[in-house]
């Protein structure tokens, strides 16, 4: 049983009236007795909590960005009216700060036998799988001077799939994917692996693209046009140690990556090759395999939105085998990981070399734009300090991607908002050269 103020109101207002006709004792009796009266009158008229039947439908997705509206259909079985406030309760993470109080608390009146439909928006701010956690009701009666109030467990799953912003970039890489197919006006000059069209010689051509035979049946020198082979093997590998936990501005290293792994997916699958996903730091925390090229990106979505890094240092050897054992022809690999020079040259760089004899391989790391702001600053002696920290650091990772390079390793080292598209203009490049 809850009071409310109402009842403090109304027996204040009757212990001054009370005490004018009776004695002191007498009157705060008499105000005591009528308003607990009231009150189990009151509480006795109030619809039963503990009966109301609660179902749930709306949204079972949504990207980070978005909303999800969750509807909520509670049922009075009861013949009594229900006057209630009632909290549709989730985590903290489901709403925009501030966004709580006026999205998922209601107050509303539903007469006996009767139901209604509320809406909670929720608007999340972290990705993965967002349980609501109860149903809270109070209810009041007729007078409004005290209520029942109970919980009820109403189970709803809202999973929040990453943003995939880079999407935007996706339209410019498609156009110059379809340059490099020769499905427009230009055609591609580079040694590709699929003969596409005969046109005549422009100077500047390669010599080894003259087609003798064609030429000898005809007025003008033809050369071959190539296309970039179809259906390559694509593995991406999303390092999931305490290095992807790193947050560069309010984001962690894996959200970026994982932002241009989608936006990589979505071109290579455009482009006819096959695309696989794994995650590792210390075990497969999700692996995606074999997947088509319309199903390729829901399904990288939903595997991608409940992962989280690991406070972990991640296992080089292992994370090297299961590449290994996923790969099982020439493939291009794109590792995402940091540059951090001890975790790199101690663990990881002495088995590159090996993922690579038959592999192609691209790094992609995540940079933290700070540290060029920090390497520009001269204007206090504080700031000197902090440049050259900043040039340090960004000293080692030049060493670090130089290292690599040397190994045949393309190397991708950006903001997290130039990383995707940085990283699809490098595949684009390979395809282009005949690479994959």
Not at 276 to 301: C, K, M, N, Q, W
Request: net charge positive.
């Amino acid at each position: 049983m809850a009071l409310t103020g109402r009842t403090a109101l109304l027996s204040a207002l009757g212990a001054l009236l009370v005490g004018f006709v009776l004695p002191s004792w007498l009157g705060i009796l008499a105000v005591q007795l009528t308003l607990l009266i009231a009150i189990l009158c009151d509480l006795a008229l109030a619809a039963p909590v503990r009966k109301l039947h609660f179902t749930r439908t709306g949204d079972t997705s949504v990207r980070l960005t978005g909303e999800a509206h969750i509807g909520l259909i509670l049922t009075n079985p009861s013949r009594r009216p229900l006057r209630a406030q009632l909290r549709d309760a989730w985590p903290p993470s489901s709403f925009q700060p501030g966004d709580d109080i006026p999205s998922s608390r209601h107050t509303l009146r539903v007469p006996g036998g009767e139901r209604r439909r509320l809406t909670t928006t929720l608007r999340p701010t972290r990705r993965g799988d967002h349980h609501a956690v109860r149903v809270t009701v109070r209810s009041y009666g007729p007078l409004g001077l005290a209520a029942r109030q109970g919980s009820h467990h109403v189970p709803w799953t809202l999973r929040v799939l990453p943003p995939f912003t880079s999407r935007k970039h996706l339209p410019a890489k498609l156009a110059r994917l379809r340059e490099l197919d020769g499905r427009t006006s230009i055609l591609t000059r580079g040694e590709g692996t699929e003969f596409d069209s005969l046109r005549d010689y422009t100077p500047g051509d390669d010599t080894r693209s003259i087609d003798w035979r064609a030429t000898a049946r005809r007025n003008t020198v033809a050369v071959r046009t190539w296309r970039p082979e179809r259906d390559r093997r694509i593995l991406l590998v999303l390092e999931t140690g305490r290095t992807s936990a790193g947050r560069v501005g309010d984001t962690p290293r894996l959200d970026a990556s994982m932002d241009a792994a989608l936006l990589l997916a979505a071109l290579a699958a455009r482009a006819g090759d096959h695309v696989d996903l794994l995650a590792y730091d210390r075990r497969v925390r999700t692996s995606i395999r074999g997947r088509t090229a319309r199903d390729l990106l829901p399904a990288l979505t939903d595997a991608l939105a409940p992962l989280e890094p690991e406070l972990i240092e991640a296992d080089a050897r292992g994370l090297a085998a299961t590449i290994h054992r996923h790969t099982t022809r020439r493939s291009l690999i794109v590792l995402f990981t940091g540059l951090d020079t001890a975790p790199m040259e101690e663990a990881l760089l002495p088995l590159l070399p090996t993922l690579t004899q038959r592999n192609e391989l691209i790094v992609a790391a995540v940079a933290d734009p700070r540290i060029e702001e920090l390497a520009t600053g001269r204007h206090t002696p504080q700031a000197v300090y902090a440049a050259a920290a900043a040039e340090q650091t960004r000293a080692a990772r030049h060493r670090t991607a130089d290292r690599l390079r040397r190994h045949g390793i393309t190397v991708i080292d950006s903001t997290p908002d130039h990383l995707a598209p940085d990283l699809a203009d490098a595949y684009l490049s390979l395809k282009s050269a005949g690479r994959l």
